[in-house]
């Protein structure tokens, strides 16, 4: 099986999760993604990125150890945004 490509990665998380904002960068065998999704709320760090291969499902089971991930609630992603962007709104 061919190796996914970072946009076929992040259809397959966003197939799986409610995603506010998805992003996946990758060089076919390394994979980075950021995810912000309100089915993060209350969740640890763990369960969270449970949440993400389960959304994977067996789509990446050969690639899931070559995925490295930044998962978010669209609060933390609110303050991440705001702590990279020097403008008041």
């Known amino acids: 099986m061919a190796d996914p490509t970072p946009s076929e990665v992040r259809d397959y998380i966003a197939q799986g999760l409610p995603c506010e904002h998805l992003e996946v960068e ?5 994979f980075f993604a950021t995810i ?4 993060f709320e209350g969740k640890s760090r763990v369960a969270r990125h ?3 291969y389960r959304a994977l499902g067996d ?3 050969e690639q899931i150890h070559a ?3 930044k998962t978010l609630t669209p609060a933390e992603w609110a ?5 990279s962007s020097h403008h008041h709104h």
């Open 26 to 30: 990758g060089d076919g065998r390394h």
């Open 36 to 39: 912000v999704s309100v089915a």
């Open 50 to 52: 449970q949440a993400v």
């Open 59 to 61: 789509r990446m089971r």
């Open 67 to 69: 995925l490295s991930m």
């Open 79 to 83: 303050e991440v945004s705001a702590a």
